[in-house]
């Protein structure tokens, strides 16, 4: 092959490049030219090729109105394009001596294979190259310079916030964004509690960044579903900025996307992600879909390929705001984001690990649910389990009979006769099979708890909101309610995307407002970013198996309400000073919901807690317990009882006492506070026990020193309530919580043990037998369970567990729902631990202790090595044990490269011995 041969092949992949670049260059509106045939005026935009500089011909000089102000460097698709940048700055210097030109340095420097294209900004402050989906229409670069500065300059000018107007958790959101976007971060997340006002805090964001003097052009404002683009529209209206004296409506045009175009003169689009694909794509869009969010809709992993719009161009948005983002917005969608070359701000109350991925681990503020309870933003909850024989067990249909058979799309009827019996299971109910003397249980359970129980002395049903399995499901749900409570069609009603009359939007504000329609069934139209405030009962008649989707939809009923505004819903009522979660299905046992309720101990009177205070009790679950019970008394008292003492107080609120007595468990300043006492790390656990508990006393000393305070608190307590002594009565109450049954179940659990410690391998290795072997596995644990369900010992751990909580409230926590329960079941009983807990806190802190061992022996490892790692650590916490098969065999690893990533990560030879390491150091 000779040398011209060579080169024409080595110059066909940039040919075919230059092809691409070509096309791109006129979707978007420029005119390519030929330097031989160059005219300026053809266009505003004109891309002239292989142009002289004094370091060499440009692959493509970009003149704007005449002239000169960027460059583009071509180059074969494949080629890593972040070292080519150097050279389009070389052009970018030499092309302003030869041509007129904006600016010496020209501006705007993009490389590009056609595949992949790099721009930057040499304004910025840190100029680097950033992926963009399409070059520049000539006219957002003719608005950028005349802005006389790039937005990223721009937005390291901000003037500090004043946060008069918000609350602190939204003026710490702000500030956490603005600090990333002032350093060009291109992602970042914000984790607030539902109900702590997340779209306020958009809206003065958003505020902020329209105005001077960063002056973006256009925000995004993206929302799961149509009817939370109508809520989010009507509070961008509303918001009225500080000392603006003017509504944000009245300084900027919002539009709530409907149709297919967007409004040129809007300032905030707020739309969802599924309108805004079909809107790029030039398709026709059915409106329903508007209303199933992410969650609702099928799952597929289809692609959602998009192409160059002419009409939205990829600088439509400068930023783009994610409300309530999770899984179903950056998954197969994930294509409309990256559209845009924008800023991406998500907004959510549950962040998962995938969340956190997206937004490459940038959580610039985080406000947990406990802290919101302890502010007064949300009311906490407590949860109303019921269990039915048929919810626990399953039943069967016996052969012979003739029973309907309903399709699940039409709900039309057929009867036939099953041929031979029809067992059926819990997990099958409400989706193979339909068993409405089941619903109809949990529903007269739920009404005749309503005056004992869950709210004696309210004469309405309060606002109460079911999630159902399916639509059918909710249909059934909503015909049963109406009998059970003797309603009609106005007392009960669904609110699905398929419900028909009336759009599922208002059936959402009726619900609000109707003092007559008392209970809404729904599927998920309910389940996220929907605002509620008069909702006091969530019922579950459906499991989910998704953490973050049931925060989301437990916090619909978090909202705190104004006692008059509450009364005009439920005249009866009040106040709202918690919310129930019927839990029908197990769904509080079976999900691992990442907070529990704040008061932890709701056995202790108010009394008996600041006792415990004022004699030096300052264990966790006391302080956690008395904040709750401060931040509900602080909603009840009117304003001069909260004025008296805030007077016994020296100026503390009881809100300003909650919130102290929360801070005391946060990491971040048990951290501070042990390295500040000489902890270097957190192996010292002495140290960071010493450092818990010294906050936690600090944040009880104005209690615990102020005998007048305390006095004080529990006088306006009285003034506040009458004790209504109906419970007692209650046979089914008094039955449950029998302490001699408990002692007696505990006694026999005891018996077990002894007797069984030779035999099973599981109670060996826990009680350190000789004999025992090494190793804990998840079928010792299964033995172990199943053994104690036969006779003679008929124990259920998950029964044991709630024994001991009756007869040691102070000294247990919630179980996890897993098999590994049992682990911390064994050995609070033999005397091993001193507080019964899951597995899993003991499992996170022997990790954090072997890491800190690892690190004394000169072993640190990458984030990639700590994110498996932590993978190995949580399934341990699950399973009890890691084997080296179950790195190629479980979802959790196999999704992620299985035994051949890991060996990658940590050595095919060092793997087996980390694994045994880990897992004896994770369960000792």
């Not at 420097?109 to 989906?133: C, H, I, K, M, W």
């Not at 160059?308 to 294509?335: K, M």
């Not at 109910?429 to 409405?436: D, K, S, W």
């Amino acid at each position: 092959m000779d040398g011209q041969e060579r080169g024409r092949r080595d110059a066909a992949p940039e040919a075919r490049a230059r092809q691409i670049i070509d096309a791109g260059f006129a979707a978007a509106g420029w005119i390519v030219q030929d330097r031989a045939e160059v005219n300026l005026h053809a266009g505003p935009g004109i891309a002239v090729r292989e142009t002289p500089t004094a370091t060499g011909p440009a692959d493509y000089l970009l003149f704007l109105d005449g002239r000169a102000c960027g460059v583009l460097e071509a180059k074969p698709e494949g080629t890593t394009l972040s070292g080519v940048v150097r050279q389009g700055d070389d052009y970018t210097r030499a092309a302003p001596a030869r041509y007129p030109a904006w600016a010496d340095p020209l501006p705007f420097v993009y490389v590009s294979t056609g595949a992949e294209t790099l721009f930057q900004d040499a304004r910025d402050p840190l100029a680097r190259p950033r992926r963009v989906f399409a070059i520049h229409r000539p006219e957002t670069l003719r608005t950028m310079l005349a802005a006389g500065s790039s937005l990223r300059a721009r937005l390291a000018t901000l003037p500090p916030l004043d946060p008069t107007r918000l609350r602190p958790c939204q003026a710490e959101a702000i500030a956490g964004v603005e600090a990333s976007l002032a350093q060009g971060r291109p992602r970042a997340l914000v984790s607030m509690a539902t109900g702590a006002g997340k779209t306020y805090t958009a809206c003065a964001l958003t505020h902020r960044l329209l105005s001077p003097p960063v002056r973006m052009g256009r925000v995004l404002f993206l929302v799961d579903r149509a009817n939370l683009g109508t809520q989010a529209k009507r509070e961008f209206d509303a918001f009225a900025p500080g000392g603006a004296g003017l509504l944000f409506r009245e300084e900027f045009t919002v539009q709530h996307l409907q149709g297919s175009t967007i409004d040129p003169s809007a300032s905030v689009v707020i739309s969802t992600v599924q309108r805004l694909y079909s809107v790029l794509r030039g398709q026709p869009f059915d409106d329903a879909d508007d209303e199933r969010g992410g969650f609702e809709r099928a799952a597929d992993d289809a692609e959602r390929p998009v192409t160059y719009n002419p009409a939205i161009p990829p600088e439509t948005f400068d930023l783009i705001i994610v409300d309530e983002c999770h899984r179903s917005i950056y998954g197969n969608w994930r294509q409309v984001l990256e559209y845009f070359d924008a800023f991406l701000v998500g907004l959510t109350a549950t962040p998962g690990r995938h969340t956190l991925g997206f937004f490459q681990q940038n959580l610039v503020s985080q406000y947990p649910f406990e802290r919101s309870v302890a502010d007064g933003v949300n009311v906490d909850f407590e949860v109303w389990r019921v269990r039915t024989e048929v919810g626990e067990r399953g039943g069967t249909i016996p052969a012979g009979f003739t029973v309907p058979h309903r399709d699940k799309e039409t709900r039309r009827r057929r009867l036939a006769a099953l041929d031979e019996d029809m067992p059926y299971t819990p997990g099958q109910l409400n989706r193979a099979v339909e068993v409405p003397n089941q619903i109809r249980t949990v529903l007269q359970a739920y009404r005749d708890a309503l005056p004992t129980q869950l709210f004696p002395g309210r004469h309405e049903v309060p606002k109460t909101l079911i999630f159902c399995q399916s639509d059918s499901h909710a249909e059934t749900v909503t015909e049963i309610a109406r009998e059970v409570f003797g309603g009609d069609a106005r007392f009960a009603q669904k609110i699905t995307y398929r419900a028909t009359g009336r759009s599922g939007q208002e059936l959402i504000q009726d619900f609000r407002t109707d003092h007559l329609f008392r209970i809404a069934t729904t599927v998920d139209m309910v389940a996220t970013g929907t605002d509620i405030k008069p909702l006091e009962v969530v019922i579950f008649l459906r499991d989910v198996r998704s953490a973050q989707y049931f925060e989301q939809m437990r916090g619909r009923g978090a909202r705190t309400i104004l006692p008059t505004d509450l009364q005009r819903a439920t005249p009866s009522a009040e106040r709202k000073d918690r919310f129930i979660i019927v839990d029908a299905v197990g769904v509080t046992e079976s999900v691992k919901t990442p907070t529990e309720p704040l008061e932890r101990d709701r056995t202790l009177s108010l009394e008996a807690l600041l006792e415990r205070v004022a004699f030096g009790h300052t264990d966790e679950d006391t302080c956690a317990t008395l904040a709750g019970r401060l931040a509900r008394l602080e909603r009840r008292l009117p304003d001069p009882a909260r004025a008296e003492l805030t007077q016994a107080a020296a100026g503390a609120t009881l809100t300003d006492l909650a919130r102290a007595l929360v801070d005391a468990a946060d990491p971040v300043r048990i951290e501070t506070r042990a390295r500040e006492a000489g902890a270097a790390t957190p192996d010292d656990e002495a140290a960071w026990d010493a450092a818990a508990e010294a906050l936690r006393a600090e944040a009880c000393r104005p209690l615990a020193a102020n005998p007048a305070l305390r006095r004080a608190i529990l006088e306006a307590q009285r003034q506040t309530e009458i004790i209504v002594d109906e419970l007692t009565a209650d046979a089914v109450l008094s039955a449950d919580f029998d302490l001699n049954r408990a002692t007696e179940i505990t006694e026999r659990f005891g018996r077990f043990l002894a007797e069984e410690a030779d035999h099973l391998a599981a109670l060996a290795i826990l009680y350190a037998r000789p004999h025992a072997q090494r190793r804990l596995t998840y079928a010792m644990l299964q033995e172990l369970r199943a053994t104690m369900a036969r006779p003679p010992w008929l124990l259920d751990d998950k029964a044991v567990w709630a024994c001991y909580r009756r007869l040691h409230a102070g000294q247990t926590r919630a179980p996890a729902g897993l098999l590994t329960d049992l682990v911390g079941l064994v050995r609070y009983a033999i005397g091993a631990r001193a507080v019964l807990a899951p597995f899993a806190p003991d499992v996170n802190r022997n990790f954090e202790l072997w890491l800190g061992r690892e690190k004394k022996a000169g072993r640190d490892y990458t984030e990639a090595q700590m994110e498996w790692l932590r993978l190995m650590k949580d399934w341990v916490a699950s399973n009890v044990e890691l084997r080296l098969d179950d790195l190629r065999e479980a979802s959790d690893f196999s999704s992620r490269g299985g035994t051949a990533r890991a060996r990658a990560l940590f050595g095919a030879e060092r793997l087996p011995a980390l694994v045994d390491d880990l897992t004896d150091a994770l369960v000792a």
